[in-house]
């Protein structure tokens, strides 16, 4: 099984300012990992998926970046709706598996 | 627009089963897979297994092999999953998601609404 690691745990900034989210898998997963967002109450919401690519509806404030085993979640100037957590997700190998997610609280 | 609506809360008790239902709309059923999800309160996410639509090809869990089952309807567009032998941590909203791709993993692009389960005695 692919652990896959983010850290912080928790991350605290300024509305208006730049997050940097990190998650890493214990093994290649190629470009094949997602990242999720997910409010109290709610169900996650794909932001990201190919490690890069925003998903439908997905302001260009997300970006993601990395390959293989290192990737990245940015989101530059930040909404008061962003804050919440956030989960990646690697779907090259079975069995699927999350991180265990950064909650991004404001500073 | 894509929709996935999911049954409502159960209470159970140790030992019983549970069968959670999600009924899609809004795209061809077949094209894609469905994954189940849970999230025990206050934890993280846990991948619990998926099902391919198409085919009913499905891949588990290891630690919920020989509990779960996952299974569809496709004249209804409705996946089950059911889960036996509950326990006490099992309690956990569940969520079905839809899988792009047919018969293959891949990202989740829309969720349902999630069903509270709860297990007591």
């Known amino acids: 099984e692919i652990v896959m690691t983010q850290s912080p745990a928790t991350l605290s900034v300024s509305p208006g300012e730049r997050a940097t989210l990190s998650c890493r898998a214990s093994q290649s997963v190629s470009s094949n990992l997602a990242w999720y967002q997910q409010k109290p109450g709610q169900a996650p919401r794909l932001l990201i998926y190919?490690?890069?690519t925003r998903a439908t509806g997905i302001p260009a404030r997300f970006s993601g970046s990395g390959s293989g085993t290192e990737f990245t979640l940015t989101i530059s100037s930040l909404q008061s709706e962003d804050f919440a957590v956030y989960y990646c997700?690697?779907?090259?190998?079975?069995?699927?598996?999350f991180g265990q997610g950064t909650r991004l609280e404001i500073k | 627009q894509v929709q996935l609506v999911q049954s409502g809360a159960e209470v159970k008790k140790p030992g019983a089963s549970v069968k959670v239902s999600c009924k899609a709309s809004g795209y061809t059923f077949t094209s894609y897979g469905i994954s189940w999800v849970r999230q025990a309160p206050g934890q993280g996410l846990e991948w619990m297994g998926w099902i391919s639509a198409y085919n009913g090809n499905t891949n588990y869990a290891q630690k919920l092999q020989g509990r779960v089952t996952m299974t569809t309807d496709t004249s209804t567009s409705t996946a089950y999953m059911e889960l036996r032998s509950l326990r006490s941590d099992d309690t956990a909203v569940y969520y079905c998601?839809?899988?792009?791709?047919?018969?293959?993993?891949?990202?989740?692009?829309?969720w349902g609404q999630g069903t509270l389960v709860t297990v007591s005695s």
């Open positions: 997700q690697q779907y090259n190998n079975w069995p699927l598996t």
């Open positions: 190919g490690a890069s």
């Open positions: 998601a839809r899988v792009s791709g047919y018969d293959s993993s891949g990202p989740h692009d829309y």
